[in-house]
């Protein structure tokens, strides 16, 4: 069985960091790109970060500068640190990863951490 685990998540202070792991496991062949999502109270979940198998990254404009993601690919894990933290940044933090395995390709979702930014 092929699963996505994230880790990390908490309470902390506007300002402050808060790193996100997030690990692929099971009967993996390979991991193409991996991403983080999160969804805030009332509102859909959205692409926040995403990495390439080589190392290409994307982010939404809101977090450039302030969030790093990357990637160990000999662990098939992604992390997200996030720096210079808002508020605005306080939702539920989801891992999105491409996975091949033996029973072919699927994304697969983690079942999400908790990240709360307060004033």
């Known amino acids: 069985q092929v699963q996505v685990a994230e880790s990390g998540g908490g309470l902390v202070q506007a300002g402050g960091s808060l790193r996100l792991s997030c690990a692929a496991s099971?009967?993996?062949?390979?991991?193409?790109?991996m991403a983080w999502y999160r969804q805030a109270p009332g509102k859909q979940r959205a692409l926040v970060a995403s990495?390439?198998?080589?190392?290409?990254?994307n982010y939404v404009d809101s977090v450039k500068g302030r969030f790093t993601i990357s990637r160990d690919n000999a662990k098939n894990t992604v992390y997200l640190q996030m720096n210079s933290l808002k508020p605005e940044d306080t939702a539920v933090y989801y891992c999105?990863?491409?996975?091949?395995?033996?029973?072919?390709?699927?994304?697969?979702w983690g079942q999400g951490t908790q990240v709360t930014v307060s004033s």
């Open positions: 990495i390439t198998s080589g190392g290409s990254t």
């Open positions: 999105n990863a491409a996975i091949y395995s033996s029973m072919g390709f699927r994304a697969l």
């Open positions: 099971g009967s993996i062949i390979s991991v193409g790109t």
